[in-house]
């Protein structure tokens, strides 16, 4: 990094304003969870003050930002702009970020607040508060000439809104983020209508990823938490509770042989209590 600042420097408002694209990083609070970057057309960005941006998110297969912005105790986000011509620069912009989804009252009031003029395709708009900005070399990136922004997904959903419109209920936009949108490549809750939708109307979610580190169910976020897990774990209560009932006093016991024996760095006492616990449980 060249040079860090509190809130995002005068002098480079216009720069950012001009760039053609950025990307925007987020991660889940598990370490076990995955790293998403993303790469957004610039022309819907916007800046409101040096400590406060926003850009316009548009409907995809992935809903992961979302789901990070979502998840209780995070909100961490990241956007990253870089020169592709000119004098080289790279500006990374650091803060918290909260999502106002289309559809409600803080979406519409901030559109018409700031001028933002939304499309079929819009799912959000991410309103950042900014903590941190950083700017540096980028003397690696390469020359790109900028030739146009892509229409793709802008025609793919402006057709999908005229034909729901024309009575294919297939189309609906509010099926199609609670198909592919509700849930993170995780299985953390995402896009709130998404999942809405996905309970009212009966829509199974998309499953994202394959392999041993695919989630096997939804993580989190209330309907989300399936049924056998809760029979479960009333199950285990049970047992649990049962077992303090009869044993309470050997077990309080044990646990404090144990935290003497972890202090004094011995592990008898530990050995000692090995025939008791085998004695309970074959009772």
């Not at 909100?75 to 909260?98: C, E, L, Q, W, Y």
């Not at 729901?164 to 936009?173: L, R």
Request: glycine share 10%.
């Amino acid at each position: 990094m060249g040079a860090f600042y509190e809130a995002i420097p005068e002098s480079l408002i216009k720069w950012i304003l001009e760039q053609q694209m950025f990307w925007v990083a987020t991660a889940p609070l598990s370490g076990s969870g995955h790293v998403n970057v993303s790469p957004k057309g610039g022309e819907y960005f916007g800046i409101i003050d040096a400590r406060t941006f926003w850009y316009m998110e548009l409907t995809g297969s992935g809903s992961e930002t979302l789901a990070h912005l979502y998840e209780p105790g995070n909100g961490r986000i990241t956007v990253m702009f870089s020169a592709f011509n000119g004098p080289p620069r790279i500006v990374r912009i650091f803060g918290k970020g909260r999502a106002l989804e289309n559809g409600t009252k803080e979406f519409q009031e901030f559109a018409a607040e700031h001028g933002v003029k939304t499309i079929p395709g819009t799912r959000s708009i991410i309103v950042v508060d900014v903590h941190q900005a950083g700017s540096s070399c980028g003397f690696s990136v390469p020359y790109y000439d900028f030739r146009a922004h892509r229409q793709t997904l802008n025609d793919l959903f402006r057709k999908r809104a005229e034909s729901y419109e024309a009575g294919n209920e297939k189309d609906s936009i509010l099926r199609y983020w609670a198909f592919k949108n509700a849930y993170s490549v995780d299985g953390l809750p995402s896009m709130k209508k998404g999942l809405e939708i996905g309970q009212t109307h009966d829509v199974e979610p998309m499953k994202k990823m394959v392999g041993p580190l695919a989630p096997r169910s939804p993580r989190g976020g209330g309907a989300a938490v399936a049924v056998r897990n809760v029979v479960v774990i009333a199950l285990l209560s049970l047992v649990l509770g049962a077992l303090l009932g009869l044993y309470g006093e050997v077990l309080t016991a044990v646990a404090a042989s144990l935290l003497r024996s972890v202090r004094a760095g011995s592990r008898s006492e530990y050995i000692d209590w090995i025939p008791v616990v085998g004695s309970l449980a074959k009772k």
